[in-house]
């Protein structure tokens, strides 16, 4: 690496050379200039000596790999700060290791006015429930506690806690000695919340910021709401990352509008729109999510919160009023209302102008063909997790035991999803499921429903422009010239062009196919390492001793 003396009057620049850089603009790059924060020029080897004099630093990748940084389309970023930095129950092998890490975790945060906890997976552990109220009781020593299961959409507490929360015992939702649920949930959630300091938060937020950055995340979706958080905390999330030393926050606040005045405070908070997270149904894993059959393992059909008339009538005045609408939408009879609710908007206020707004729906994992037809005639952004597959997808998941086999097939369509010409955006939904996202990718390659899986190549561009045009930005997530500097640079092995299909790998690793090569995502091969992530031209994560 080489230095020279910066001139403070133009952008400063940089060059990366002797390297892979993955650009539709030379599939064979070697080499790329930035200047300030935009990409400059991507291309050859031989090229690139023609800039290494007139640049202010040269980059030696030592065959690196350059791609564009990664956007997860769907974070809870102070939840999954609090995971890192707090109790993780997610690899806990059963209910007594559950049991025996509150009880330690409780002994060794005294001063802590509420324990809060996440991931606990009852589906996967050998006693096959949730810890009782008094089990958790005894564990927290009688202190206020807030668990939250895996998927976020239900929660075990503490009596302590409930007594913290007068008329919960009569909100929809609450079960004498199992897990919380709906209205009784969120009242839990926010006086759990409400403990949390300043000082805590902002460290919190931090920590999540600091891993994206570490797995080449140049960009978060922050999907919040007044059910999920509050405004002090996405407000202070949105202020720490326009700082920039980190990950670019993009924030969505889950609230319906009912005029343009709830749309005017809906960009006075900064969000992009009045989405992400705005519930029309729960969860699988909770049975929450809303269903036109019964569960399999239950004699209802779940929750709705919101009817095709009520999402009609949020996407009609977001239209109107320039803004993002979306929903959270899992089950099929979700899934059914969103689509005929947007599609009663569109005969409103004109499609043209809902298909220009680029309205968006969360997870949508319970998708039949005619609601795929509706996403592309509607315009409609798919942002989903396929970690959720690799998690509880497959004929002996927790999908299966919710849902019995053939339902959990049609589960996560992404292949039927992109031959509809169904814009994809990828996230992680975090800390539901880590943030990863080379995993990710290779969930979506390798799903566990044979034919839903789609190209290394689809993967990747919906983990990175997808994410982009998700909120209205074509010009970015791609190492072309003119593009945002947002990239990371990846130690990995040998580079191939993946596909679920054999007979469309054999031919397109032909060179003269040429298609940049991405990492072999396949199982059991080592995923790529991480060792710097640039946004917007800064470096926000450098590995040490790279």
Not at 162 to 171: E, F, K, Y
Request: aromatic share 6%; glycine share 10%; charged share 20%.
């Amino acid at each position: 690496m080489s230095e020279r003396t910066p001139d403070p009057s133009r952008p400063r620049t940089v060059l990366l050379r002797g390297g892979e850089v993955h650009s539709p603009a030379d599939p064979f790059a070697t080499a790329m200039v930035v200047e300030g924060d935009s990409v400059a020029w991507v291309g050859e080897e031989g090229a690139a000596d023609s800039f290494a004099d007139g640049v202010d630093e040269v980059v030696h990748l030592d065959g690196a790999l350059v791609t564009p940084a990664f956007t997860d389309a769907h974070v809870h970023t102070t939840a999954t700060g609090l995971a890192l930095t707090g109790l993780d129950l997610s690899s806990a092998a059963g209910l007594s290791d559950a049991l025996a890490r509150i009880r330690a975790y409780a002994q060794a945060r005294p001063h802590d006015k509420v324990l809060l906890g996440h991931g606990w997976d009852a589906s996967a552990w050998p006693e096959g429930r949730a810890p009782s109220r008094p089990e958790l009781d005894a564990a927290a020593d009688g202190r206020p506690l807030y668990l939250t299961r895996v998927d976020v959409h239900s929660a075990v507490v503490t009596t302590a806690l409930l007594d913290r929360v007068p008329g919960v015992r009569d909100l929809a939702g609450f079960h004498p000695d199992g897990p919380l649920t709906g209205a009784a949930h969120h009242a839990v959630r926010q006086a759990g919340y409400a403990t949390v300091t300043p000082a805590q938060r902002a460290d919190a937020q931090a920590a999540a910021l600091a891993r994206a950055a570490s797995l080449g995340i140049g960009s978060l979706h922050e999907c919040a709401g007044p059910d999920i958080s509050s405004e002090a905390d996405f407000t202070a999330l949105l202020a720490l990352a326009a700082e920039g030393r980190g990950p670019r926050v993009v924030g969505y606040w889950a609230e319906p509008i009912a005029s343009a005045k709830d749309a005017a405070r809906i960009r006075e908070l900064g969000a992009l729109g009045a989405a992400g997270d705005l519930f029309v149904d729960g969860s699988l894993g909770s049975h929450t999510a809303h269903l036109h059959a019964p569960y399999a393992d239950a004699a209802h059909t779940g929750t709705a919160h919101l009817d095709a008339a009520a999402v009609a009538d949020h996407v009609a005045l977001c239209t109107e009023a320039g803004l993002q609408a979306g929903f959270h939408a899992i089950g099929d009879a979700a899934l059914t209302a969103v689509t005929d609710g947007v599609r009663a908007a569109a005969d409103r206020v004109g499609l043209d102008r809902v298909r220009a707004a680029r309205h968006r729906v969360e997870h949508a994992e319970m998708l039949t063909e005619r609601t795929i037809a509706a996403f592309a005639d509607l315009a409609l952004t798919a942002s989903v997790q396929p970690a959720f597959d690799a998690a509880w997808g497959g004929d002996d998941g927790m999908y299966a035991t919710r849902l019995g086999a053939a339902r959990a097939r049609t589960l996560n369509p992404y292949a039927a999803l992109l031959k509809a010409g169904v814009p994809l955006a990828l996230g992680s939904d975090s800390p539901v499921t880590p943030l990863d996202p080379w995993g990710t990718l290779r969930a979506a390659v390798f799903h566990r429903t044979p034919g839903h899986g789609i190209s290394a190549r689809a993967a990747f561009t919906a983990h990175t422009r997808g994410g982009w045009r998700a909120i209205g930005r074509d010009d970015a997530g791609v190492l072309v010239p003119g593009a945002p500097a947002d990239y990371a640079v990846w130690r990995t092995g040998d580079l191939i062009v993946q596909a679920p299909d054999e007979r469309v790998e054999r031919w397109s690793t032909d060179p003269r196919s040429g298609t940049p090569g991405l990492p072999d995502l396949r199982p059991g091969n080592a995923l790529p390492t991480c060792l710097t992530t640039v946004v917007g031209g800064r470096t926000v994560f450098q590995r040490p001793n790279e």
